[in-house]
């Protein structure tokens, strides 16, 4: 009976210690990264490559997209601007070649569409 309270104690521990360590992260972690721990989910991580690429990602990040910021960039887009002014065939394809379901794609169809107002 011991040893079961003082797996409940370590229980609360460690509990206690990983909240510390997820406060201490909030302190130092860029923003990006802040809303992952508060959300306690793990979104793909990304390198903007330029100021062009941080746009493009902040602004997939915003539409619920951020897990697709790095294949958009591996399949050649850069920037918002090239994506809004592509068809939507090729909104298709490149939707499809990073991994976006159907329903996704046609989420980013329709920001595109009020990003181009």
């Known amino acids: ?5 003082n797996d409940n104690n370590n229980t609360k521990k460690s509990h ?9 992260l909030k302190k ?17 991580s990304f390198t903007p490559k330029n100021e ?13 997209l951020g897990k697709f910021v790095d294949s958009m960039i591996d399949l050649g887009c850069e ?4 994506l809004a002014a592509v068809d939507d065939e090729l909104v298709d394809e490149l939707g499809a070649q990073a991994g976006m ?9 329709r920001k595109l569409f009020e990003f181009r107002k």
């Open 1 to 5: 009976n011991d040893n079961s309270n």
């Open 16 to 24: 206690h210690s990983s909240v510390s360590e997820v406060n201490e």
């Open 28 to 44: 130092i972690l860029p923003q990006e990264e802040k809303l992952e721990v508060q959300n306690n989910k793990k979104i793909e």
């Open 52 to 64: 062009l690429t941080e746009e493009l990602s902040d602004w997939l990040i915003k539409i619920q």
């Open 79 to 82: 920037s918002i601007e090239f």
């Open 101 to 109: 379901k159907l329903f996704q794609v046609k989420h980013l169809k």
